[in-house]
C-alpha cells in the first residue's frame, strides 16, 4: 500500500522567513511526488513534482522541494515566504503498482505580516 | 484555456435524499477523477476514468455512489441515498493521459452538506 503523512497541522512562519512544510511517504517502488496548493473556496493547484534526477526541484511561485530517498521525505521549502502563501498545502505520491495520486492530510500554512 | 467546470458549487439536501454532480474535464484531456475531500483530511480518490472507461473504482461507496461518463467527455457523479457522512467537498479533476508522472488539473469543487 501507498500512503502519505504530513505531520504538522499548522506552520507558523513569519513573513520574509524561510518555510518548511514536511512530508514523508511510505510506498513499494519508485515513487511520483507531488505538492498541490488549495486556496480559499478553490480547487486544487498544482506547485511541482519530482519524478526522477535532481533531488532539489524546483516549481511555482517560488517554491522548491528536496527529495531524500533515505529518509523518504520531499518537504517543501520557500527561502522567503508572502503573507499570500497562506493556504492549505498537500503533499501526493503515485507509483506505477498501484497509479492513483494519494494525498496526505494538508498542512495549513499561515504566514503573518 | 478554460479550466474544469463543476456544477453545482453547494448543494444542501437531507440525508436519503439524492444528489448529483457534474463535471467537464479540460478539453482533449482523457483522465478524469473524482475526489472526496472531508473537511480536515486530503481528497479521497472515488473513481478514475480513462475516456469513458473505469480504471479504479476501488474506493466508491458502490451501494449508494454511481458515476458515468459516457461519451468520454463530461461526468456525473450521484449518491442515493445521501447518509450525514457523506458531507464533504466533491473535486472534479483531468489529466491528458492519466500518466503516472502527469499533474492532475482541479475545478473548484461542489460542497456538499447532508442534514
Known amino acids: 500500500a501507498q500512503s502519505v503523512a504530513q505531520p504538522e497541522d499548522q506552520v507558523n512562519v513569519a513573513e520574509g522567513n524561510p518555510l518548511t512544510v514536511k512530508c514523508t511517504y511510505s510506498?513499494?517502488?519508485?515513487?511520483?511526488l507531488f505538492w498541490y496548493v488549495q486556496y480559499p473556496n478553490r480547487g486544487l493547484q498544482f506547485l511541482l513534482k519530482?519524478?526522477?534526477?535532481?533531488?532539489l526541484v524546483k516549481g511555482s511561485y517560488g517554491f522548491e522541494a528536496e527529495f531524500n530517498k533515505s529518509q523518504t521525505s520531499f518537504h517543501l521549502k520557500k527561502p522567503s515566504a508572502l503573507v499570500s502563501d497562506s493556504a492549505l498545502y498537500f503533499c501526493?505520491?503515485?507509483?506505477?503498482?498501484?497509479?492513483?495520486?494519494?494525498f496526505g492530510a494538508g498542512t495549513r500554512l499561515a504566514v503573518h505580516p | 484555456e478554460a479550466g474544469v467546470a463543476q456544477s453545482p458549487r453547494y448543494k444542501i439536501i437531507e440525508k436519503r435524499q439524492s444528489v448529483a454532480f457534474w463535471c467537464n474535464p479540460i478539453?482533449?484531456?482523457?483522465?478524469l477523477y473524482w475526489y472526496q475531500q472531508i473537511l480536515g483530511q486530503g481528497p479521497k480518490l472515488l473513481i478514475q476514468?480513462?475516456?469513458?472507461?473505469?480504471?479504479?473504482d476501488s474506493q466508491l461507496p458502490k451501494d449508494r455512489f454511481s458515476a458515468e461518463r459516457l461519451k468520454g467527455v463530461d461526468s456525473t457523479l450521484k449518491i442515493q441515498p445521501a447518509k450525514l457522512e457523506d458531507s464533504a467537498v466533491y473535486l472534479c479533476?483531468?489529466?491528458?493521459?492519466?500518466?503516472?508522472?502527469?499533474?492532475?488539473?482541479f475545478g473548484s469543487g461542489t460542497q456538499l452538506s447532508v442534514l
Open positions: 501526493a505520491v503515485r507509483v506505477k503498482v498501484y497509479n492513483k495520486l494519494i
Open positions: 476514468f480513462q475516456n469513458n472507461g473505469v480504471v479504479d
Open positions: 510506498v513499494s517502488g519508485n515513487p511520483y
Open positions: 519530482y519524478i526522477t534526477g535532481d533531488n
Open positions: 478539453s482533449g484531456h482523457a483522465t
Open positions: 479533476a483531468s489529466s491528458l493521459e492519466g500518466g503516472l508522472n502527469e499533474k492532475l488539473f
